[in-house]
């Protein structure tokens, strides 16, 4: 038997057009058994940072019949997330069921996104919708105390901002786009 509990507390902050949320989290699991040593507990603690920003510009100037383009509207977001965390147990500790529970460690990280969407207006006079029609995403993400366990993929990073402890501990770059060609074709690229 295994009970897991994650509570998390966080404080959303508006500085202009910048948005912040400190945040910290307490998670506890316990197990009633385990390969070697019988019931176990693990305490775990993280903290840290997350902020993004948007800005935008609208080019009503812009057609273009060849590229399906009426009018772009360019919206860039940056983000973050900086974060500590400490663990009772390492994952290599423990029978990996859930990767969300066993697999979480206690590394430190930090990630930069930089995103950006140009869209544009198709369908017509009378059907016009809104197009994401160019997106290209960029990411990097920085890990210190990664775990080099079994469990662990070191092949490639990731980041969830949303759930800093699930992420992938491991240096990357990432770029991911997607050209909407048409509204039947897209055009896709994605590299870590």
Request: some cysteine; hydrophobic content about 35%.
């Amino acid at each position: 038997l295994r009970g897991d509990t994650r509570q998390e507390f966080e404080i959303p902050i508006t500085l202009g057009p910048l948005k912040v949320a400190p945040f910290a989290v307490v998670r506890g699991t316990g197990w009633d058994d385990s390969y070697d040593d019988g019931g176990l507990c693990r305490f775990y603690g993280a903290y840290g940072v997350r902020g993004s920003m948007y800005q935008w510009k609208v080019y009503d100037d812009v057609e273009s019949r060849m590229l399906d383009l009426h009018r772009l509207r360019h919206i860039m977001k940056e983000d973050f997330t900086v974060w500590g965390a400490h663990s009772s147990r390492g994952p290599d500790e423990l029978t990996a069921y859930d990767r969300d529970v066993e697999l979480i460690d206690g590394a430190d990280g930090f990630t930069f996104g930089w995103q950006h969407i140009l869209q544009t207006k198709r369908g017509g006079p009378g059907q016009w919708r809104t197009v994401d029609w160019l997106t290209v995403d960029l990411e990097a993400g920085f890990f210190n105390d990664a775990t080099d366990g079994p469990f662990r993929n070191q092949t490639r990073g990731q980041t969830f901002g949303f759930r800093p402890e699930t992420s992938i501990a491991s240096n990357y770059l990432s770029m991911k786009s997607i050209w909407r060609i048409s509204d039947t074709t897209a055009l896709l690229y994605d590299t870590i």
